[in-house]
């Protein structure tokens, strides 16, 4: 990762919207960005019970929701929902998708780094496709410090020394087991993908 150059930071927000404004047409059929079959459901309800447990309903905000996948698991489960992505095919799908559902989430194009809202922590609780391998972040890929992934370990560091408690994780291995299934029931090449969740409590601070 290199030094951040002075006018790069728009540089690499308009590559990295424009890399998802292209894939958002065809991104619910790319592999991992849906739920198709019983194990994959099962998991991400164990996944969303582990991390969102039941404390009545929640402010919850997506940031970078794309077309919605959390935005709608959340919603389901009563929560109020607020989704936000720079990429504005992206929202303009998350927006279809919640009139055809008759979901009432806010959904708003927004950059994560000048939310268009007053954001109150204390109110919480909290391969061809790849975009590593896209031209777009081939452009501006030393200013993105994430892009190639981090370790677990990494990751609950990262939010522990942003000051939330409680800091837990999953490896999923029943997710990467369903979904592994699914490239073979589909056909598909199988890859083992590298998944987890970490999430904290800023209630606990
Ligand atoms: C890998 S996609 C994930 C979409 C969704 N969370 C999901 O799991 O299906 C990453 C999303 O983050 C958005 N994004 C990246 N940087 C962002 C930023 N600074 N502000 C808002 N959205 C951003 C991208 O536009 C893209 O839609």
Not at 169 to 174: E, G
């Amino acid at each position: 990762m290199g030094a951040r150059r002075s006018g790069e930071p728009d540089r690499v927000k308009q590559e990295v919207a424009a890399h998802w404004n292209r894939r958002a047409p065809g991104f619910d059929a790319d592999f991992g960005h849906s739920i198709r079959t019983p194990a994959e459901r099962a998991a991400w309800d164990r996944i969303l019970d582990l991390v969102v447990p039941a404390r009545g309903k929640l402010d919850a905000l997506d940031v970078g929701c794309g077309t919605g996948f959390l935005v709608f698991e959340l919603a389901a489960r009563g929560h109020r929902v607020t989704g936000v992505d720079f990429a504005p095919a992206m929202i303009a799908e998350a927006r279809r998708k919640a009139a055809d559902r008759a979901l009432a989430v806010r959904l708003e194009e927004a950059d994560a780094e000048q939310l268009p809202f007053a954001f109150d922590p204390s109110a919480l609780t909290p391969p061809a496709g790849s975009a590593r391998s896209s031209q777009e972040y081939a452009a501006v890929g030393d200013q993105l410090p994430f892009l190639g992934g981090r370790s677990r370990e990494e990751i609950e560091r990262l939010l522990t020394a942003h000051g939330l408690g409680s800091v837990c994780s999953d490896p999923l291995h029943d997710l990467v087991a369903a979904q592994a299934q699914r490239m073979v029931d589909e056909g598909l090449e199988r890859r083992t993908h590298r998944r987890y969740v970490v999430w904290g409590d800023l209630a606990s601070r």
